[in-house]
């Protein structure tokens, strides 16, 4: 068994795993499952449909899986998934899905830092951070290892691409291509990520062609389609090449260029 504050309230029906830390003031709902070695400090509130795997680690005031604040909910059977080995750090907030059987989805080993915020609808990878007061609208999309500044906010729908990174103070309101650097107001896409792309231990040759790439698909001032076409007959291939090519083929929102 883990260790229960005597201040802590768990709802019947509430299903918590084996070594759990729950502190002084947590709220804890009937269909919430927390899986083993979770860490809940203090204050933190848990509810809605909400699955919390292994060994994730809540500071105080977070708020989980609790109904949207998307006017359309109507839906008693939305919910909340979580992986394992989380931080979400003082004041986070994860809401979720707007849709009847929907749910909002964050992946394993992510760093949510102080007052960021997750809306209804959104998927979240692995390994990825989000800076002080970060904030993501509904239904957006974060692949894995990306970075997303402090007091940055994405709009709804919009996705960001593995290993990008967003700076402080962003407005974003098209795709974030994957490896690159976006930043402004509204944001734009700025440079390759070089120094994300080491820390993942990406190749030089495999940076030379998204360096390549780059300056095709951003700087030549072709559409985004014939850019796409030039960057295949010209750039040496890679699977990461391959990735960026694919997510910016599919935008709907269109690119941050």
């Not at 979720?96 to 809306?119: E, F, K, P």
């Not at 690159?180 to 896409?189: Q, R, V």
Request: with cysteine.
């Amino acid at each position: 068994m883990g260790k229960i504050h005597s201040t802590a309230i768990i709802e019947d029906g509430a299903q918590i795993g084996d070594e759990c830390k729950i502190g002084p003031y947590c709220v804890i709902g009937p269909n919430v499952t927390l899986g083993s070695g979770c860490n809940l400090h203090s204050h933190v509130v848990i509810n809605g449909r909400t699955k919390i795997g292994e060994g994730n680690e809540f500071y105080p005031f977070c708020s989980i899986g609790l109904k949207t604040q998307d006017l359309k909910w109507k839906a008693e059977g939305s919910g909340t998934e979580i992986g394992s080995n989380n931080t979400f750090r003082e004041y986070v907030t994860v809401h979720s899905a707007t849709g009847d059987g929907d749910v909002t989805v964050i992946g394993s080993h992510n760093n949510l830092l102080a007052y960021t915020h997750v809306a209804h609808d959104c998927r979240l990878g692995d390994h990825i951070i989000m800076s002080n007061v970060g904030t993501l609208a509904g239904h957006v999309i974060v692949e894995d290892r990306a970075i997303i500044g402090g007091l940055a906010a994405v709009h709804q729908f919009c996705r960001i691409g593995t290993m990008s990174i967003i700076g402080g103070c962003s407005k974003v309101v098209q795709d974030v291509p994957p490896y690159m650097m976006a930043d402004g107001n509204p944001a734009s896409t700025r440079a390759l990520n070089k120094e994300g792309l080491k820390r993942n231990n990406i190749t030089d040759e495999t940076q030379s062609a998204l360096k390549q790439a780059y300056k095709i698909l951003f700087r030549e001032n072709l559409t985004m389609a014939v850019a796409a076409e030039k960057v295949r007959s010209e750039v040496a291939d890679s699977p990461q090449l391959d990735h960026l090519l694919s997510f910016v083929e599919s935008s709907e929102r269109g690119i941050a260029k």
